[in-house]
């Protein structure tokens, strides 16, 4: 894999005409409509593009560049003659790759698999598979298997920045809050402690005014150790939220088999 990008990053550097990609719309697997495909194609040609690496032939474009009738027959080969498909279809463009791919419906998971196929060498260049509960996180991890199935770079990560800052705050909120909280019922104790004396030792206690300034300052003393543990957890829940996937850990889900329950996923 590491010779593709090796190729691509020196034509880049060079300023050699870049290759050219043809995107195929993405076929509709089990479950899945054909209506479904057609925004994950778009938005699969969009990240090629936007990555630099090729000069991209959307499925539109083909459907201007062949005829109806030509594309049907280039599209609708048989599993057997696939490869000669596709080198067919990449010779009449003077396009090298050709990204194809498969959306299915696994019970409750969504899953994109995309393969670029060589033309010149009739062996695939890459392929990726992204498994998420819902088409937004899947849409989310396109850059990442798009950079997969290109045999590209992936992208860089987005900053964790303000989610471990987000935590950090979080945490140290609700350790000041617990100690806080922790002083104040000391506090408490001290003082219930001297007024059990005075009943016995007459003599002992300070005035009025001062146990009730005493009762306020423990009061405060008690708001503020629970509002430090709410915004602490606040804070620390809010970093989980935004903390960003890289797009290439492990994707696991539950999905039914003919005999129960199974787990299906993909792996980087």
């Given amino acids: 894999m590491t010779v593709p990008v090796v190729l691509l990053l020196s034509l880049c550097a060079a300023g050699v005409e870049k290759p ?8 509709p697997g089990a479950g899945v409509e054909a209506s479904l495909t057609a925004p ?4 699969a040609t969009g990240e090629v593009q936007r990555a630099g690496f090729f000069e991209v ?5 083909l459907q201007s560049l062949l005829g109806l009738e030509r594309q049907k027959a280039l599209l609708g080969c048989a599993d057997e003659a696939a490869k000669n498909c596709m080198t067919e279809l990449s010779g009449a463009l003077g ?3 050709v990204m194809s791919g498969t959306l299915a419906r696994l019970g409750e998971a969504w899953q994109l698999t995309l393969t670029t196929l060589d ?3 009739a062996q695939p260049l890459g392929r990726a598979t992204r498994l998420a509960r819902s088409l937004e996180n899947l849409r989310a991890m396109l850059p990442y298997a798009v950079a997969e199935a290109t045999g590209t770079p992936l992208p860089a990560p987005p900053s964790r920045a303000l989610p471990y800052t987000l935590i950090g705050v979080g945490v140290a909120g609700v350790v000041f809050g617990v100690v806080w ?17 005075a009943g016995s030792t007459p003599g002992v206690l300070a005035t009025r005014s001062t146990y009730q300034a005493q009762l306020r300052l423990l009061e405060t003393q008690r708001w503020v150790a629970l509002g430090a543990v709410l915004a602490g957890a606040a804070s620390f829940i809010v ?5 960003p996937g890289d797009g290439n850990s492990a994707s696991l889900a539950v999905v039914p088999t003919f005999n129960g329950l199974g787990l299906a996923g993909g792996f980087p």
């Fill in 57 to 61: 032939i959307s499925s539109r474009d």
């Fill in 119 to 121: 033309s010149q060498k």
């Fill in 40 to 43: 994950l194609t778009e938005a």
């Fill in 181 to 197: 909280g922790a002083l104040h019922l000391s506090q408490e104790q001290q003082l219930a402690s001297v007024l059990e004396a």
């Fill in 20 to 27: 050219r990609l043809v995107m195929l719309e993405l076929s």
């Fill in 239 to 243: 970093g989980l939220v935004l903390m």
């Fill in 95 to 97: 396009a090298r790759f």
